[in-house]
């Protein structure tokens, strides 16, 4: 499943899939299950989580922009700066519940 298009509106992500699905994703809910490293933290060979940030609300942060990453993922640029997080598709369907297939 590709999404075929992608828009901006007020707060919100819109996106249409190759299905015919629409999704709508909240840029707040976006930056907070952003995928990075940054975000999530790191694990070492013995399991342990490394960095990452326990923060899980972003008042007010919006999308500025955005960019396909190959033909699998998204990247989105925020307005709190942080942009290195790569929303794979079936990552992005299963954010609001859309079945990724």
């Known amino acids: 499943m590709t999404p075929t298009r992608l828009e901006l509106i007020g707060t919100e992500v819109a996106l249409v ?4 699905t629409e999704q709508f994703i909240s840029m ?11 975000n999530t933290g790191e694990r070492d ?3 342990k989580k490394i960095g990452g940030t326990n923060q899980k ?3 007010g942060v919006t999308v ?15 307005s709190d700066g942080h942009n290195t997080g790569l929303y794979s598709f079936d990552y992005l369907r299963a954010l609001d519940g859309v079945d990724a297939e």
Request: negative net charge; proline residues 6%; without cysteine.
């Open 28 to 38: 707040e809910k976006l930056r907070a299950a952003s995928p990075s490293a940054e």
């Open 57 to 59: 609300h972003f008042p």
């Open 17 to 20: 899939w190759s299905d015919g």
């Open 64 to 78: 500025k922009d955005w960019r396909m990453v190959g033909g699998y993922a998204i990247q989105f640029d925020f």
């Open 45 to 47: 060979l013995l399991g």
